[in-house]
């Protein structure tokens, strides 16, 4: 069944009420954190809505479970059918578990093997998983699909009226825990249903309240949509940040946005590594990349008072910052650490070609290098008898300000360079 033959009413505040209820003992109160490093880095109280410690760790079972206790005796029969990057996933599978009601997920097939083996180990037998070579979108086209041929019940992660009440859930518990003078509430965007639900119960109960959506600079659907006054699809998006890797923001969540939101702001995905490294090794946070959206959002967008007086009409006031998820497989750290360096100007990438003689080395070593320059990648390309042949090397450097005496003593020597830039098709296939 598609979200607009399930009741095409916007969601409002006695549907998250109810909701609740339905919840309550079902998913966890999170806890609201202060994050020292945050507060004392930004001069104003930032704190951390804990949706990483939620049962599945991650806010989407709040949704998930709303939305099929709704079902009919009939439909629970019948079973549910569902698309997910994960996360949405793993609350379909602990509803199923629990209302002993079976499912199909579709699955992208950028879903971390993480989220699929916890997908698996929460739905047991009531569960089945389908991994669609593609994305997002495509592994939900098909999942509609397929529930329009079967009959079975299509449970949608964001465009459908009680998922949104569900996940406006966690704004009951905000209100009940957040100081009086909090001045915003960030939220990070996908679909939209999170920032739907957050939104409608934030604007009916405090609307003095700020409700700013977060995307990342890949997949910025609802900015997009909001600029075009329409959901539109984009032409192509990075599916990094993954939960979050959605090219259509929903009919249902655009409607809400556009009615309770004060603002949607992207962030570009090296900036997010960098904070998922800093909620790790200072918070002891482990985010996924879309748990870290809306505090690198604070740290970009809200540092100073100037910028926060622009953006919210006051300077002081806590921020809470949605963390909207943990389900993050540490194998990807290695390409956090890649793009978190890149973003920061510390990592660089050059296409070097020694010359075939002695020596060609060492002077790149003693006369190109700088005292702290550190080579963190070197892979030699020459697979013929030519007089020369390129090396990809990659380098680290102490401060983003040390790119310039590195390239300066790259001109000055004898050798050919070539920095890769990171949009380049070539640093693509070689990195």
């Given at each position: 069944m598609t979200p607009q033959n399930h009741g095409e009413h916007r969601t409002q505040p006695e549907d998250i009420a109810r909701a609740a209820d339905v919840l309550d003992g079902v998913v966890r109160r999170t806890s609201l954190d202060r994050s020292e490093r945050l507060t004392d880095e930004l001069g104003t109280p930032i704190?951390?809505?804990?949706?990483?410690?939620?049962?599945?760790?991650?806010?989407?079972?709040?949704?998930?479970?709303?939305?099929?206790?709704?079902?009919?005796?009939?439909?629970?029969?019948?079973?549910?059918?569902?698309?997910?990057?994960?996360?949405?996933?793993?609350?379909?599978?602990?509803?199923?578990?629990?209302?002993?009601?079976?499912?199909?997920?579709?699955?992208?097939?950028?879903?971390?093997?993480?989220?699929?083996?916890?997908?698996?180990?929460?739905?047991?037998?009531?569960?089945?998983?389908?991994?669609?070579?593609?994305?997002?979108?495509?592994?939900?086209?098909?999942?509609?699909?397929?529930?329009?041929?079967?009959?079975?019940?299509?449970?949608?992660?964001?465009?459908?009226?009680?998922?949104?009440?569900?996940?406006?859930?966690?704004?009951?518990?905000?209100?009940?825990?957040?100081?009086?003078?909090?001045?915003?509430?960030?939220?990070?965007?996908?679909?939209?249903?999170?920032?739907?639900?957050?939104?409608?119960?934030?604007?009916?109960?405090?609307?003095?309240?700020?409700?700013?959506?977060?995307?990342?600079?890949?997949?910025?659907?609802?900015?997009?949509?909001?600029?075009?006054?329409?959901?539109?699809?984009?032409?192509?998006?990075?599916?990094?940040?993954?939960?979050?890797?959605?090219?259509?923001?929903?009919?249902?969540?655009?409607?809400?946005?556009?009615?309770?939101?004060?603002?949607?702001?992207?962030?570009?995905?090296?900036?997010?590594?960098?904070?998922?490294?800093?909620?790790?090794?200072?918070?002891?946070?482990?985010?996924?990349?879309?748990?870290?959206?809306?505090?690198?959002?604070?740290?970009?967008?809200f540092a100073t008072p100037k910028e926060r007086r622009r953006r919210l009409g006051v300077e002081t006031g806590a921020i809470i910052c949605l963390v909207s998820g943990g389900n993050n497989d540490l194998t990807r750290y290695a390409e956090v650490m890649e793009r978190s360096l890149r973003h920061e100007g510390l990592r660089h990438y050059f296409l070097v070609t020694f010359p075939q003689r002695p020596g060609a080395l060492r002077l790149f070593l003693e006369e190109v290098l700088g005292p702290n320059d550190d080579i963190v990648h070197f892979e030699y390309t020459k697979k013929n008898n030519r007089e020369s042949g390129p090396a990809l090397v990659g380098i680290d450097i102490a401060t983003k300000e040390d790119i310039d005496g590195l390239r300066r003593r790259m001109d000055d020597s004898p050798l050919h360079v070539e920095e890769l830039e990171a949009d380049s098709e070539i640093f693509r296939l070689l990195v």
């Open positions: 704190l951390l809505k804990r949706e990483d410690q939620q049962k599945c760790r991650s806010f989407k079972v709040r949704g998930a479970y709303a939305r099929m206790a709704q079902l009919s005796p009939s439909e629970k029969q019948r079973g549910v059918i569902c698309a997910s990057a994960g996360n949405h996933a793993q609350g379909v599978a602990y509803a199923c578990a629990h209302l002993e009601v079976h499912g199909t997920i579709y699955l992208p097939s950028n879903t971390p093997r993480q989220k699929r083996n916890r997908i698996a180990t929460i739905g047991g037998n009531w569960v089945e998983q389908v991994i669609v070579d593609g994305t997002f979108d495509k592994a939900n086209a098909l999942a509609q699909e397929a529930a329009r041929v079967s009959g079975r019940t299509y449970i949608h992660p964001y465009d459908d009226p009680m998922t949104i009440a569900g996940q406006g859930t966690i704004a009951v518990e905000l209100l009940e825990q957040m100081p009086p003078d909090t001045a915003a509430v960030l939220v990070p965007v996908g679909g939209g249903g999170l920032i739907a639900g957050i939104s409608t119960w934030i604007h009916a109960q405090r609307p003095d309240v700020k409700v700013i959506g977060v995307e990342p600079q890949g997949a910025p659907s609802m900015r997009a949509a909001i600029d075009a006054g329409m959901p539109v699809t984009l032409d192509t998006i990075d599916p990094f940040v993954d939960g979050t890797a959605v090219g259509t923001a929903g009919t249902l969540p655009f409607d809400a946005a556009m009615h309770y939101v004060d603002d949607i702001l992207v962030v570009p995905e090296g900036a997010v590594c960098t904070e998922m490294l800093e909620l790790y090794q200072s918070d002891g946070v482990i985010a996924e990349p879309a748990g870290a959206l809306t505090s690198t959002a604070a740290r970009m967008f």
